[in-house]
């Protein structure tokens, strides 16, 4: 059964962490009310990486990690939803908020609409749904697709990166996104559409001419998109290709995708992505 959402702010914070969690709070040059929320679906169990959330990276568990570019984005509120106490714990002390969510969740929309209920929203207010392996993402993408989140008629924001190398076109891993006129979402795919015919018929080992866009798993919408959303059945285009966002397609509901303002750096979702933004972090201190 779902638990009880953790309120509390404290008054005093340990570690270095914590206290530059509350400076970003409290600093009004780098936090303003921007009419948006940020939720974070941190499961605990991960079959590549157990026990992801708590993962530490310099030192302190990657969810504080992604939790704190949600703060520097300027939320007006951030919360984690999560099914283990002991995520609940390794916040207790900072200006995050809790919603302990159900552990039988099929995914992180089912937990972050879960998440709105024990907070209260209301149905007109934006969440961005920022996933929990995150630990460098942007601020400037997190605030992009609030932004495009709020535009009237939108039901689903999210964003994309152009494509550089033919590996990454072809790869399976990194999905793609066509979009229409106004930049909407017409398509989504683990394929390299649009399939570039003459191109691929003289070689595949080349980038060929043109631009293809990878997409970036950040989503934005309102409260009562998000609740529709995962009461949606699942879609056949959703099964085939096992991408969520095709659900919202299928459904004749508008995607909105953006270019992001900044490159998102790859998540964490392996040990050796774990190695590697420990190094990433090393690096910029």
């Known amino acids: 059964m779902p638990g009880k959402a953790h309120r509390a702010r404290a008054r005093s914070y340990t570690g270095m962490g914590h206290a ?17 929320v940020v939720a974070i679906p941190a499961r ?5 990486l157990p026990g992801k959330p708590l993962q530490p990276i310099g030192g302190e568990a990657m969810v504080l990690h ?19 106490a002991r995520v609940r714990d390794a916040l207790a002390g900072t200006p995050v ?5 159900s552990p039988e969740h099929p995914s992180g929309t089912d937990r972050l609409a879960e998440c709105a209920s024990i907070a209260g929203w209301d149905n007109a207010r934006v969440v961005v749904n920022l996933q929990g392996d995150e630990p460098f993402a942007p601020v400037s993408g997190i605030r992009a697709v609030a932004a495009l989140a709020a535009r009237p008629g939108v039901d689903l924001a999210t964003l994309c ?20 006129a106004g930049d909407d979402a017409l398509y989504f795919s683990r394929a390299p559409v649009p399939w570039p015919r003459d191109a691929f018929a003289r070689s595949r080992d080349v980038m060929p001419d043109g631009a293809w866009w990878r997409h970036i ?4 919408y309102r409260v009562g998109f998000l609740q529709r ?9 959703e099964q085939i290709e096992m991408l969520e966002q095709l659900r919202v397609l299928e459904a004749g509901c508008r995607v909105a995708v953006g270019v992001t303002p900044e490159a998102f750096p790859a998540g964490v979702d392996t040990p050796e992505d774990l190695a590697r933004a420990e190094a990433r972090l090393a690096a910029v201190r």
């Open 161 to 180: 990166a152009p494509i550089e190398d033919v590996e990454t076109l072809l790869d399976p891993n990194a999905v793609k996104v066509v979009r229409g």
């Open 66 to 84: 992604v939790a704190r570019r949600a703060l520097a984005a300027g939320a007006d509120e951030v919360w984690v939803a999560t099914d283990d």
């Open 20 to 36: 530059r969690m509350r400076a970003i709070c409290d600093n009004p040059r780098m936090s303003t009310s921007s009419g948006f």
């Open 229 to 237: 959303f995962a009461a949606m059945p699942p879609g056949t285009l």
């Open 44 to 48: 605990y169990a991960s079959t590549r």
């Open 217 to 220: 798993g950040i989503y934005g």
């Open 97 to 101: 908020q809790v919603a302990m969510t």
